[in-house]
């Protein structure tokens, strides 16, 4: 099925499919060239006398004496401590997601089954919430969490991701919820089961594709996390994403830019991979609050 | 379902929502009546064979009791929304009466940190947010055209600019615009200039975050746009093919109506995700020429001798007005669409 474009035209198809081709590469170039250049010395990823340094591997081979070298990731998870800010990443990941989507599908089942006004009014906030830049949220944050000194850990990074992703989690599952059929649990609930035992047994079972999808989102704002995690966790809990940007290094602190490219691509894989399986829901999670309203 | 129970089924998350979004406001908004305080400064007296002298030095210790005991800072009332680096009210009332000319005025005015942080926030949401509206449907009308089969691995490749962090994805575009880097030399050869760089001017700056903006929502448009076509009927099209309309015009006439409440969809949520640009910002170590409302807060929170904690609140509490000014059509509308509902 096409809408504007007429397949039996030759010329359009062959403009179509250059301008997907140059679309494509737009897209993807900078992941491959920056997985390519990984494998190399800084002096030719970042080559002052040519850039075509970089894929004839000149200085590579003089500095290590193969074609390609894994030095940058060695380097980068043993001195460098990625092996830590990843360790932290999968905990943070872990409690996130797992306890967004445990608080997320009680209240979005409730606000889907609820005909109050106030329901209304709850996922406007929530819509509000939703809005607000993550950066202000943290400039609240930091000055109570000093004093009650619980800034730098984990649990607490993990308690404010949670939050910061409920407004959307709860959109997502509600507009999921409002289309299980009403009738299910109304039946159940005749049969003298109580609301928790109707979520419990009726509804539970069928919700899996709808929190599989918001699972993902949480999953994909907890690892790509940087605002919060940046300034709400100290130095040694840091997680990928500021562990990359501290390989930058500052105006005063030379940093180790090779270590920041295969930070880079070793933070990236898993996340290719995770939505190349699931790429489905992904694209129906972020449909779903469109196409229904 | 019955008051108590929905009370109980969203106790939690709601309790989550109100201590770590709702108050998290309300402490941004007392903080940014309070400043950091000011140290307190002793006269200390030396005397040697030559005479004596009076030298003025920091009292640290006292400094620090006075921070302990009021860790919030003085109050400062408005004080920190008026200031050179917030809103700048006396600066820019002796601008308006020294400059001759508006033109200067307004020079005067866009060199304020502030302003200059928000005239870069809406420049970018202004440019980003309509061409990723537009590169976002062509993409999705392109790739509707191509084969079923192989549709796939194309949307695949077409959203991984949305889903690396905005951090990551700068990174990567940085890299190679750099003037060390791939794209960054070939341009300095192709113009023949071996100084031009990405940090050498502002524009150029400008320009670059602005295009990894469109690069990296794009996708996001394209995905509900895709999704949208799909649910676009068939018969309309047909009878305007046998009318005779031409491609353009089944376009402009059957499927943009019937996406449009789409696109106001998407158009809303890119608003408000360009709204709160930073991450770019440090991606392509843009700080120099390039600021944002969110990095400025950022700024003031890493702020290495004292986290300016006031400062940051205030930039924050106009960034969620602004937030709130963008948002109110939107919620206008919902209300009056739920009262006429009811």
């Keep these: ?293 | 379902m019955p008051n108590k129970t929905f009370f109980w089924f969203f106790l939690p998350t709601g309790l989550a929502m109100i201590l770590f979004i709702g108050l998290p406001i309300i402490s941004t908004g007392i903080q940014s009546f309070y400043a950091q305080h000011d140290q307190v400064v002793k006269e200390v007296k030396k005397c040697d064979p030559f005479g004596c002298t009076v030298s003025i030095v920091v009292d640290n210790e006292e400094t620090s009791k006075i921070r302990e005991e009021k860790p919030l800072g003085k109050f400062n009332g408005f004080g920190t929304y008026t200031d050179r680096n917030h809103l700048a009210v006396e600066e820019i009332k002796k601008f308006w009466n020294e400059t001759e000319s508006f033109g200067a005025f307004v020079d005067q005015v866009t060199n304020l940190p502030f302003y200059k942080a928000l005239i870069f926030t809406l420049t970018y949401c202004l440019f980003v947010t309509p061409n990723v509206l537009l590169l976002g449907f062509i993409i999705a009308l392109s790739l509707n055209a191509i084969a079923r089969k192989i549709r796939g691995p194309l949307i695949f490749g077409t959203i991984l600019p949305m889903i690396v962090t905005p951090l990551v994805g700068s990174l990567v575009l940085f890299w190679m615009i750099d003037s060390q880097g791939i794209i960054g030399a070939n341009i300095q050869n192709l113009m023949n200039d071996p100084y031009l760089s990405l940090k050498s001017s502002k524009t150029l700056t400008w320009i670059t975050i602005i295009i990894y903006g469109i690069w990296h929502h794009s996708p996001f448009a394209f995905v509900v746009f895709y999704a949208a076509l799909q649910t676009v009927p068939q018969e309309p099209i047909e009878a305007a093919i046998i009318d005779g309309a031409s491609r353009f015009q089944r376009i402009k006439h059957i499927v943009l109506p019937h996406i449009y409440p789409v696109v106001t969809f998407v158009a809303l949520i890119s608003l408000m995700d360009n709204f709160r640009v930073f991450e770019p910002i440090i991606g392509f170590s843009a700080e120099g020429s390039a600021q944002s409302l969110s990095w400025l807060i950022y700024d003031n929170l890493v702020n290495e001798e004292v986290i300016l904690f006031g400062s940051a609140a205030a930039t924050s509490m106009m960034t969620i007005i602004g937030i709130a000014i963008l948002l109110a059509p939107v919620l206008i509308r919902t209300w009056k669409e739920f009262k006429t509902a009811r």
């Design chain 1, 1 to 293: 099925m096409d809408y504007g474009l007429d397949t039996k035209s030759t010329r359009l198809k062959t403009f179509n499919t250059i301008f997907i081709i140059t679309w494509l590469l737009i897209a993807c170039f900078p992941f491959i060239w920056t997985f390519w250049g990984s494998f190399k010395v800084r002096a030719d990823f970042f080559s002052r006398s040519d850039w075509w340094y970089a894929i004839s591997a000149f200085n590579t081979l003089i500095e290590t004496g193969g074609k390609f070298t894994t030095n940058a990731y060695t380097q980068a998870w043993t001195e460098g401590e990625f092996w830590k800010a990843s360790k932290n990443t999968i905990i943070v990941t872990v409690f996130v997601v797992s306890i967004s989507l445990f608080l997320g599908t009680l209240g979005a089942y409730a606000l889907s089954r609820s005909t109050e006004k106030y329901a209304f009014w709850i996922l406007m906030a929530a819509l509000i919430f939703r809005a607000m830049p993550h950066i202000t949220l943290v400039s609240g944050y930091l000055f109570p969490f000093f004093e009650l000194q619980i800034w730098g850990i984990l649990p607490t990074t993990i308690v404010v991701l949670v939050a910061i992703n409920q407004p959307f989690t709860l959109w997502l599952l509600y507009s999921f919820f409002k289309t299980v059929p009403k009738e299910l649990d109304e039946s159940a609930l005749i049969d003298g089961c109580s609301y928790f035992q109707a979520f419990r047994h009726i509804i539970m079972p069928v919700m899996w594709p709808g929190v599989i999808t918001a699972g993902l989102f949480s999953l994909m704002l907890a690892y790509n996390d940087f605002t919060v995690t940046a300034l709400l966790l100290n130095q040694e809990n840091h997680t990928m994403v500021p562990k990359i940007q501290s390989y930058l290094g500052t105006n005063q602190h030379e940093g180790n830019l090779m270590w920041a490219v295969s930070a880079v691509v070793s933070a990236t894989a898993p996340l290719f991979m995770l939505v190349m399986f699931f790429q489905r829901q992904v694209i129906s999670g972020l449909t779903a609050g469109a196409v229904k309203g």
